[in-house]
């Protein structure tokens, strides 16, 4: 059964850090690009991060640039996604998506 399955979510306070992992069950992930997506209260979707199954080019949302960092460990077949610097602009459920999956989210809040 493929499935994703994202952890790592929680508070933090405005300049913290967290990171995001991303596991895959069913399917090997390398052989896919994986993206992080982020939903926040009232507002649609949208990409923050992804990471090719080429060569590992990532991209990243210009609100995210330089605050975080997308990887992925083939051996543990997960996709991180490290959170440096976060604003309360970056409070959303978060979400990874591959070969046409989502996982069911993991809530970042960020607050003092």
């Known amino acids: 059964q493929v499935q994703l399955v994202e952890s790592g979510g929680g508070l933090v306070q405005p300049g913290g850090s967290l990171r995001l992992s991303c596991a895959a069950s069913g399917f090997t992930l390398d052989y896919y690009a994986i993206g992080w997506f982020r939903q926040a209260p009232g507002k649609e979707r949208e990409g923050v991060s992804c990471i090719s199954s080429s060569d590992g080019s990532t991209y990243y949302a210009d609100s995210v640039k330089g605050r975080f960092t997308i990887s992925r460990d083939n051996a543990k077949n997960t996709v991180y996604l490290q959170m440096n610097s976060l604003k309360p602009e970056d409070t959303a459920v978060y979400y990874c998506?591959?070969?046409?999956?989502w996982g069911q989210g993991t809530q970042v809040t960020v607050s003092a």
């Open positions: 998506h591959g070969r046409g999956y």
